[in-house]
T-cell receptor, first 116, second 118 residues
C-alpha cells in the first residue's frame, strides 16, 4: 500500500470527449506527477506539480492539463480525446527538497482509459 | 535526452533459479538517479530501489541484488532463488534534476516481463 489512490479505476469514453481523472496523494508529499502507460510500454511522464504549480512537463500536448489541490488531491484532464489516448494513467506522489527533483515516487494503481 | 534500454522483453525461468534483468541507461548528466520498479497485474508500480550516480556500491536486499556499473552505464537486477510471486513486469528508470528549475520526471525502459514457473 503506497497511500496513493486513484479514481475511477476503469472508464470508457468516445473520441472528442473530455475526461477527468482523480488522485489522492500520500499525506505529507509536496509533489504529484502523472504518467501515461500504453499497453506493453513503460510509463511516460506527462507532468509534475510542485506545491500546486506545474513545474515540469513531458512531450504531451496542451489538451493534457492538471491541477493539484492543498489537500493532496490532484486531477488530470484530457480534452478532445483521441484513440491513442487509450492507456493506463498513473498518478505518483513524492516528497522533494527542490522543485527540479523528481524524488522517490509512490504510485497508485492507475485509471485505465479506453477511447472508442 | 535520457534513455533507458531493457533489451529483454520477456524471461521465463523455473522456480528457484536465479535470474538477472538487464538495464542500460544513457544520460549526459553527471548527477542522476536510477530506479527499479515492479508492476504486478494489478497495475500499481512498486518501488524497489533508488541509487544515485555517486554511489556505485552494489546493494543486496534479501533475495534481490543490484549491480551498478558506471563504466558500462548499466544497473542490473538479480533475483536469487526466484519464486512464483516474483512474476511481474519490472521497469528500470532514470531521473535527472530538471533544467530551468523544473522537473523532468522519470524516464522508463519498456520493461521486462518475468515469468516464474512452478
Amino acid at each position: 500500500e503506497t497511500g496513493v489512490t486513484q479514481s475511477p479505476t476503469h472508464l470508457i469514453k468516445t473520441r472528442g470527449q473530455q475526461v477527468t481523472l482523480r488522485c489522492s496523494s500520500q499525506s505529507g508529499h509536496n509533489t504529484v506527477s502523472w504518467y501515461q502507460q500504453a499497453l506493453g510500454q513503460g510509463p511516460q511522464f506527462i507532468f509534475q506539480y510542485y506545491r500546486e504549480e506545474e513545474n515540469g512537463r513531458g512531450n504531451f500536448p496542451p489538451r493534457f492539463s492538471g491541477l493539484q489541490f492543498p489537500n493532496y488531491s490532484s486531477e488530470l484532464n484530457v480534452n478532445a480525446l483521441e484513440l491513442d489516448d487509450s492507456a493506463l494513467y498513473l498518478c505518483a506522489s513524492s516528497l522533494v527538497d527542490r522543485p527540479r527533483d523528481t524524488g522517490e515516487l509512490f504510485f497508485g494503481e492507475g485509471s485505465r482509459l479506453t477511447v472508442l | 535526452a535520457q534513455k533507458v534500454t531493457q533489451a529483454q522483453t520477456e524471461i521465463s525461468v523455473v522456480e528457484k533459479e536465479d535470474v538477472t534483468l538487464d538495464c542500460v541507461y544513457e544520460t549526459r548528466d553527471t548527477t542522476y538517479y536510477l530506479f527499479w520498479y515492479k508492476q504486478p497485474p494489478s497495475g500499481e508500480l512498486v518501488f524497489l530501489i533508488r541509487r544515485n550516480s555517486f554511489d556505485e556500491q552494489n546493494e543486496i536486499s534479501g533475495r534481490y541484488s543490484w549491480n551498478f556499473q558506471k563504466s558500462t552505464s548499466s544497473f542490473n537486477f538479480t533475483i536469487t532463488a526466484s519464486q512464483v510471486v516474483d512474476s511481474a513486469v519490472y521497469f528500470c528508470a532514470l531521473s535527472v534534476p530538471g533544467s530551468g528549475g523544473g522537473a523532468d520526471g522519470l524516464t522508463f525502459g519498456k520493461g521486462t516481463h518475468l515469468i516464474i514457473q512452478p
